[in-house]
């Protein structure tokens, strides 16, 4: 109960300590002998208490169940085990699990929870830990139902609510035990936790059931009650609350959640019945026995030696906890997530398993092959001598038997003549007698046969034919397949009609011809003559042979007769007679009559013949047995000579074959055995390389290509370590790749570079569906074109109907791309993610919502993402493999190289693309034709050499082989021609390349920094078609590379914020020097963090003017390589050093020797940034100039046509605003100006509701070719995949192409990053620099409009010069922002439109005047345009100050009236609008701050906070490595620091003593304000006490770690004051030290004052409430003088001296105050310039003297405003007064007035640090 809900080792532990001693103490046992046969050590560990098992499932099916203590583990594992099986024979979804220890333990905890009462179960885990398996098998094990709810696409609440329903339904009236599994990613709205919440702590969720269900619940448990013999009023409320209590009593709720991310926390503080009524299971990561048992258990079947698999098992796990310790390396570096969980390691081992078994048997069958082909050719080589040898011996033999043959011949020819007289004579009677007998016999038969049948016959066939019509003839015709007697009879009347058969193979596949005549009965049956021919037929004159045939075949055959043929056929039975009646007419008419005359004589011939031919035959026989024997002899020579002749041929053919046999593929003897001995290289290592290939498969996908490439390197070493074969130079794509394959990859549009071609070979071998994070669109192309045959269907999950596209796919095996998905795929896909396929009526099936599908085993599923750094949680990342498609630069280069070869080459690049896919087509011609030669080889049966066929086979592809060869050789060498052509254009593909790269991680710094590598690409191409030419191709490259580095830059800095450009410029500049190598990587690095280093221990040579950072800086800069001798050389010339150092403009000055001629440019300025750092951004814009050229620190101004010109309809167009930018105006004056103005323009904020308005805007403009503007992007989240699928779907073909969609957006992480991409990009604010300000100002619109600035004729003088005035002003106000509070307390968001009215009223006035109105304009333009937005009065004094400078007669008069005290800026004499133009351009890029009136100083301050910003944006571009971390975990530092402070915090002040010793007194004021100080410090104290020690007591696990002290423990480690703090406490600015040290410093001087009395001298800073104090010293005047307080005000004099020890006599002494802006002149006792670099400047002893206000001077001195922090703004608190501002003091000075507010002078209470 309490163990399970522990989740910290040290916890577990100390709980463990506890039950021990508790053990020891009540039950006087030892807990070691108690639990003995747990451990085999003497005393009993933590870890050993796992082996203890309680449950009633040790016996399957037994009623009742006992709860027991398991004793033998084996049995339980096997029991376990009978479960699983059983439960995988019932399920639709069967788990393959292996029952380790630490799987059982989860599923006895789940068990026993589900068996108590009430018992439900939070199970917390990763995504992939097997929370869901146990409690499956758990739920099976207790014989409960186990319900799950089926998340679709449209599921929402109501579906919720219905399940519920069903849910409590069956548990609460059906009296089912049910258990309720429901997970993290099931949760679609929170409402569905807040029922659960429900559920779990009431068993009721409120108003779930309509009035008519619930009283269907009632009716059923009163039917319940009765047969349960409950004696209940039959009332509702009881029967309803029986229906409860039955829930309660049969739902088990089991949650199994993922601890990551925030939601978690949320929810638990938000529903506390997760916690409070659950019993939680952590699910911790696998312990190395489980890690080690799943690998044994999957690992058992794979042949391999025993101490192999060991190895492998050990590797497995060091891959699974490397891989973790490297995701938590890339998280810090590149802030990318990537979880590690039991699935991937599961995925790891079945993947190694299955890859194994193919490689093997690959491996195996390719080498056994060319082993095959090996040994037929050596078989070849070694027949050649044995042949001829044979030819040899066969060649006398045959000469012998063939004289002895010739021999026999002559003897046998002799005795044949003789032979041949006899038989001659005996032939010749013999024919005579057989003929004459023959003819009596004839003659006889003939007379014998029935004349009288002939006649009758013939008539009868006749009238037959006659009854016959055409239908009868048409229905033979038209048999398709006739009955065989049909056949017969026609195949008669063909043979009576001579009609010739076709000739066709045996259909019974003898592989004889037969003939067929239903081809030709078919023809004579077309003729329409066909019974007419019958009737006419020449029965007088029928060929003999005719006749015969008839007789022989058809006569005789039983099946020829009328009677049997009219069953088949009514035509046929008439033809069958007519057949019949011929033969019987030719038999009898014609013949009988002559030949009963002959019969008698032949008779007597006959007997004479017949003795004279007995006695020759008798003589015949004897020659003929003689010639018999000879003819034998014979027939036995000649055999043995053909059997001589053909050995002889024989032997010579196989000579022939095997010679052309060694000759053609004798060639292929060395590259086979190579090949041969190659695989068994690759046999021997490939456990090893499948093992990482494994590895790289179920891990890396997510990884970067240098950390994949890292750990593989990790890896291939451990593996040599744990003597694992492997091969030293690992590649994926080798082991697992079909060079053919890779090839087409790279044609269908996959980047060449390795890493990309390892993640498709990852893509085409892993078990899971791909995942691919592709910002750049590479993989989605490379799948478009490498599926387009086979019909690749592409999805997006907004598309309407992508389901019913998916279940059409799986069906037919088409594979599916689903594009552009965020970081949640929609639940519905689950079952196709895990690939749960089913048998269903014999065919495989999966359940896709809720519909069955059968399931196509060509089915392939692709899914991209567009995202950078999506963050995929382990429940989606263990379903797919997720795989890092970003662009590498090598693969990036090469398309660049492409594209530039393409367009300047294009002759090239052509016949280079027509060779690529040459040189694939012949490669696997190649590949096919020697498959071709080793199958024929290996297949041949025998002696090759006799297999004539194969023979050829392989002579015939060994030719073709030979031909291709050649051509690829020439492929190849043309290639090499090419490719060397193409390397000149390299560096322009690898400039390009760098650029891109600089692109890509500005998303870091704002995310609407995004640019689709397609938009890159499109801007190269501009750039090469639009770049200077020549013919020489350096001078080319460096035009091509000039022109686009600046075309990027323009496009860039168009969408980027003034303060990035900047920026940007550097990172560009950086990168490309980096290219070059003309800068070092870790200089960079140090420049823009200044190194990481422990404590300094070498003192500091200069602390007067040398702060401890810089030298910090120095002595880590000196480890760099170009700085070794700087640190003895930096402390010998310490004065020169001092005088770089005091340099007005270090970043232009000379460094002391040797080191300005020893540095380079940029190790100068990692001096200077070691130095002066608020130098470091003048000196950036210098490097910048020096390296790229002056055009790259000065952006284009914005260009509104420009970007127009650039878009098309189907691009939209982008305003990112920023404060104070309002594009809006400027945008309907452009439309205007091209004729879009008024109806053809539509404007439309988006907010609540106005997503759909604007769809059908949008959908009227496509069509109309109006604009539309959907301003505010940012407010409408919910409907921005609505815009991101509207801007997808335009195409040129639909859109009108006058359609424009213009966007405006504050920056958004929300904002659909394709639309980002894709879309024209722009920022519109104030730009940064007084001169870039002035230059907008004019080129925008009114002044820009030639009408309106010649629009005060007769006064163009005043108007100009009070129009230039006019925009110096709005320039100088929107600079001052920059300063921070020294420009304005409140940064005013003024904007366009402040300016373009004030403009307008100035021309109004002027032109309506003759004197120009000064006080209007002033209080037109300074206290409404401007004004209007200043909240703050000392803001508005500035305002009108710096108006006044230009709102002024002396303007207009003084032609040398100058706007700064150096005289560089004025307003230029009278000209035309072009000359202003080109005077602003002239103006310094940069300003000093004297143009504000403000002192050197204050650009100190605020270039330390640009160089600040500066380096921290770099930073964010690059990969980031958390520096030195102490190693200390994270609790421990809270706990140090919060002791820290609290030891360090006094008692709280004891206020009953306090008021006895200061108690209110009427003459005492100040006793009252000490009181009140130390009561309101109490307070603060007791927050600060109270929630350290609370943050303690979490971090012990003693109370919640609620939402306030996580903020607590944020604040803590940052070093910043917390908030629960800040609210309690006294403004400060300070960090968390100074912060603490401060308040000490407060709480000793009320201390000191508590025990000493009131002080002489008052620390102004250390009250919490200084009005208070103020008051005191007020009320003690009034009191003692009798004065009212509200006659009476507060005069001020600075004493000359830092201490006194005497108070005054009336008023207060002070101290503690610094001025910001301006100095105290001690001398003179005025205000005074500021000392260089000295920002703060603290301020002698201050008199404050209470006064009559009658008395006091109005005039004269400059009134100071005082402020408690440098912010100088707060708020009206409860009291009235500010948090902040205190009072306004009277400072003497010699100067005017204006002159200080233009400074901004302050005075402040206390610093920032």
Sequence with gaps: VFYDRLVDDADRVKFFEIVKDTCQQQFK????????????????????????????????????????????????????????????????????????????????????????????????????????????????????????????????????????????????????????????????????????????????????????????????????????????????????????????????????????????????????????????????AWPDDALQMVANKFLEDVEMEEMMRTQCVSMCQYFHQNVRLLSEKFYSILRRRNYVTPTSYLELILTFKSLLFKKRDELTTMRQRYLTGLEKLQFAASQVSVMQQELQTLQPELVKTSAETTQLVEKIQKDTVEAEAKKKVVAADEAVANEAAAKAQAIKDECEGDLAEALPALEEAISALNTLTPRDITEVKTMKNPPALVKLVMEAVCIMKNVKPDRKPDPQGSGKMVEDFWGPSLKILGDFKFLDSLRDYDKDSIPPAIIKRIREKYCTNPDFNPEVIKSASAACEGLCRWVRAMEVYERVAKVVAPKKERLAEAEKTLRETMVILNAKQAELKEVEGRLATLQQQFEEKTKEKNDLEFQVDLCRKKLERAVKLIGGLGSEKDRWSHAAKNLQETYDNLTGDVLISSGVIAYLGAFTSAFRADCIRDWIKKCKVQRIQCSDDFSLSKTLGEPIKIRAWNIAGLPTDTFSIDNAVVVHNARRWPLMIDPQGQANRWVKNSERDNKLYVVKLTDSDYIRTLENCIQFGTPVLIENVGEELDPSLEPLLLKQTFKQGGVWCIKLGDNTIEYSSDFRLYITTKLRNPHYLPELSTKVTLLNFMITPEGLEDQLLGIAVAKERPELEEERNQLIIQSAANKKQLKEIEDKILETLSSSEGNILEDESAIQVLDSSKVLANEISKKQKIADETEKKIEQSRAGYRPVATHGS??????????????????????????????????????????????????????????????????????????????????????????????????????????????SWLADRSWDEICRM????????????????????????????????????????????????IVLRCLRTDKVVPLVIDFVKDKLGEKFVDPPPFDLAKSYADSNATIPLIFVLSPGADPMAGLLKFAGDIGFGDTKFNAISLGQGQGPVASKLIAAAMKEGTWVVLQNCHLAVSWMPSLEKLCEDFSADKLNPDFRLWLTSYPSDKFPVTVLQNGVKMTNEPPTGLRQNLLQSYLSDPISDKAFFAGCPGKELIWEKLLFGLCFFHALVQERRKFGPLGWNIPYGFNESDLRISIRQLQMFINEYNEVPYDAITYLTGQCNYGGRVTDDWDRRCLLAILSCFYTPNVITDPKYKFSPS???????????????????????????????????????????????????????????????????????????????????????????????????????????????????????????????????????????????????????????????????????????????????????????????????????????????????????????????????????????????????????????????????????????????????????????????????????????????????????????????????????????????????????????
């Design 1118 to 1165: 000196c480890d760099l390589k170009g700085f070794k001798d700087f640190r003895p050389s930096f402390e010998s010339n310490n004065g020169d050093w001092k005088r770089f150092y005091d340099d007005r403009e270090p970043h232009r000055a000379l460094l002391p020797s040797p080191w300005n001629e020893k540095l380079t440019s940029f190790q100068k300025m």
């Design 994 to 1103: 760098v650029l891109f790269f600089s692109i890509t991680e500005l998303p870091n710094i704002d995310p609407m920094y995004q640019y689709s590598l397609a938009w890159f690409v499109n801007l190269y191409i501009i750039s090469i078609n639009d770049s200077t030419k020549s013919k020489q191709l350096e001078k080319r490259l460096r035009y091509l590379m000039d022109h686009f580095t600046y075309n990027l830059y323009c496009n860039i800095c168009r969408s980027l914020f003034e303060k990035d450009k900047l920026l940007f410029s550097f990172i560009l500049c950086s990168n490309l020097l980096i290219a070059k190598r003309e800068l070092e990587r870790d200089e960079f690095m140090f420049f823009l963090t200044g190194g990481v280093g422990l404590e300094n221990k070498i003192p500091n040579p200069a602390p």
């Design 29 to 284: 046992t030892s807990i070691d002998k108690l639990l003995k046969p747990l451990s085999s050590a003497a005393s009993l560990k933590d870890d050993d208490i796992r082996g203890l098992f309680f449950g009633d499932y040790l016996i399957p099916g037994a009623d009742p169940r006992v709860y027991d203590e398991v004793t033998d583990f084996k049995e339980l594992t096997s029991i376990m085990e009978s479960y699983l099986e059983e439960y995988n024979q019932m399920s639709k979804a069967p788990m393959k699990l292996v029952m380790f220890k630490f799987a059982i333990e989860h599923i006895s905890r789940i068990s026993r929870v589900l068996k108590q009462d009430n018992g439900h179960a939070l199970l917390i885990g990763v995504g992939g830990s097997g929370r869901q398996s146990a409690c499956k098998l758990a739920t099976f094990m207790t014989d409960y139902e186990l319900f799950q709810i089926e998340i679709s696409k449209n599921y929402t609440t109501v579906e919720w609510r219905d399940d519920l329903k069903r849910l409590l339904l069956k548990a609460g009236a059906e009296g089912k035990n049910t258990v309720f599994l429901f997970s993290d990613n099931q949760i679609k709205d929170e409402l569905f936790v807040e029922d659960i919440n429900m559920i779990l702590n009431t068993g009721d969720v409120p108003n779930l059931y309509p009035s008519d269900e619930k009283a269907e619940i009632i009716e059923k448990m009163q039917q319940v009650a009765r047969v349960e013999g409950r004696k209940i009023d039959a009332t509702p409320l009881s029967m309803y609350n029986l229906f409860i209590e039955r829930v309660r009593e049969h739902l088990h709720v089991v949650l199994a959640l993922s601890p990551i991310g925030d939601a978690f926390r949320n929810r638990l503080r938000m529903f506390p019945s997760l916690i409070n009524c659950c019993t939680i299971d952590w699910f911790q």
């Design 1463 to 1809: 005289g560089t800026y004025y307003a230029p004499s009278k000209g035309a609008y072009e000359d202003y133009v080109e005077f602003i351009k002239e103006l310094p890029m940069t300003q000093l701050p004297e143009v504000f009136g403000m002192d050197d100083n204050v650009d100190i301050s605020k270039e330390l906070r640009q160089t600040k910003q500066l380096f921290d944006s770099v930073m964010l571009t690059q990969s980031q490595s958390s520096g030195g971390s102490s190693g200390k975990k994270t609790e421990d530092t809270l706990n140090d620091i919060s002791s820290d402070i609290i030891a360090k915090l006094p008692a709280n002040f004891d206020i009953e003593v306090a008021n006895s010793r200061y108690p209110v007194c009427y003459g005492e004021s100040m006793n009252t304000v000490l009181v009140q100080e130390m009561e309101r410090f109490n307070r603060l104290l007791e927050a600060i006490r109270t929630s350290l020690v609370n943050l303690q007591k979490a971090l012990k696990g003693l109370v919640v770690m609620n939402a306030e002290l996580e903020a607590l423990s944020n604040s803590l480690l940052i070093g910043k004051v917390p908030t629960y703090w800040a609210k309690c406490s006294y403004p400060s600015l300070k960090p968390l030290g100074s912060y603490i040290n401060d308040l000490l410093t407060r709480l000793k001087f009320l201390h000191d004052w508590m025990l000493n009395g009131k002080p002489p001298v008052f620390w102004i800073s250390g009250f919490y409430f200084t009005q208070a104090f103020l008051t005191g010293a007020l009320q003690n005047y009034a009191r003692k003088h009798v004065i009212p307080i509200d006659k009476l005000t507060l005069d001020f004099e600075v004493l000359a001296v830092d201490d006194c020890s005497n108070p005054p006599e009336d008023g207060v002494y002070i101290r503690g105050l610094y001025l910001d802006g301006a100095r105290w002149d001690r001398e003179k006792g005025v205000l005074g310039e500021q000392l260089p670099k000295v920002l703060y400047d603290p301020v002698p002893v201050m008199w404050f003297k209470p006064a009559k206000k009658s008395d006091v001077k109005e005039t004269g001195p400059y009134v100071c405003p005082l402020y408690k922090t440098s912010e100088r703004r707060g708020t009206l608190s409860t009291t009235g007064h500010s948090t902040n501002y205190v009072l306004p003091i009277k400072l003497a000075t010699d100067r005017p007035v204006k002159y200080w507010i233009m400074r901004a002078v302050a005075l402040l209470c206390q610093l920032d640090d």
